[in-house]
């Protein structure tokens, strides 16, 4: 029987990376999760990443600062409005202004500086089909990239970036999480939360989201304004 | 005449980053300096980060925190011995106990990051030939693979990360920097400086630089401690 393997699991708080987490934890990897407090505005995702570590299993969650704002370019992290109510066709088109410069690679460079010092070869990132189109930092050629450049920049002598998402779509992420036993009441996905944690409902993230669930004919079970429940409205109007 | 392109330098304060900034400014590109704060045990290198950017000409200089201490793993960054008086055969033998995981990997990422603010499409980064044995992420085909990944990993369709001291030896560098106005005395190179900025001059990182001046048949500029000038002592001692 092999030997338990360590894995570095970057974690958002996101529905994706819970997901990412559960399957890395299926594949009988030691999961230990990252995340970054960057200067988003959807802080409240950091205390649903911690919940979602402890869920997951996770050995141990780090939350490395760092500061993506002293280049500004992104709504994550400038005062830029985040675009709402977006079709999926518009959000699938060109590059949207919640992209954070070179941001994936910034994440990756971290986890790999702590798989070296934990002499850990496997990665996972949640990066899925939907993101592809927008986010140049999401498509698969770039992984593969980083995992050469990793290899070749480290002692390392190999690294696997795991990407289990890669060909799903958003449904198909809430189908295999909840396969998975994923919490996804723990989950935050929104761009631009109320003070209260509770997600707008509106924004790219929260349209994909919902969308997701809809398709599976099942309510989210996060917290949206004025406790509404848009997976059940979305259902019922489409 | 073609307009002038916005480079950034990474600069670290040392002999060898001041020349690449001097290169760069010398080749015709507008330099933007970038440091980072990244909990080293020789923090005075900033300063001379600060003073090389001004007396080397960049339009800007900006100093990024982050926590490399976050994963431990290097004597620069924990309480580890730094290792004293090896000479240039152990330097260049294995991964030295002070090489910081990823260091450059993530360095360079968040330069990519400011360069897609900029759209600015050159980088340069001051690894030079002596770095190559031991530390990894100063390897050529290190930097070819970053170039790939980054192109594929952000909206830049062309990023070349110039490494401009990759074939020269110390004396080398000192040769071309002074060619080109570098004022030496500005820069910080020790890995382990007393709390008055001045050199050790028995760190690596020293015994380099020493060397390089060393050949040169010229004494080092910058303070050593107890005001020794080690360039000229060890002159006298070959």
New interface residues.
Partial sequence: MPLPRPAIVLLSGGMDSATCLAIAKADGFVPHALSFRYGQRHAIELEAAAAVATAGGAVEH?V?????R????SALTADLAVPKDRTPEAIGSG?PIT????????FL??A???A??LDCHDLFIGVNALDYSGY??C?P??IV??Q???R????LDTLTVHTPLAALTKRGIVERGLALGVDFALTRTCYDPAPSGAACGHCDACMLRLKGFREMGLEDPAPYVNGERYGEELSRGR
Avoid at 64 to 68: A, C, M, P, Y
């Fill in positions: 780090r490395v600062d760092l500061d993506l002293a280049f500004g370019g590059v992209y954070v410069p070179a941001r994936n690679t910034i460079s971290y790999l500086a702590w070296e010092v140049p930092d498509r050629e770039f990239a980083f050469e450049m990793a070749l920049g480290t002692t």
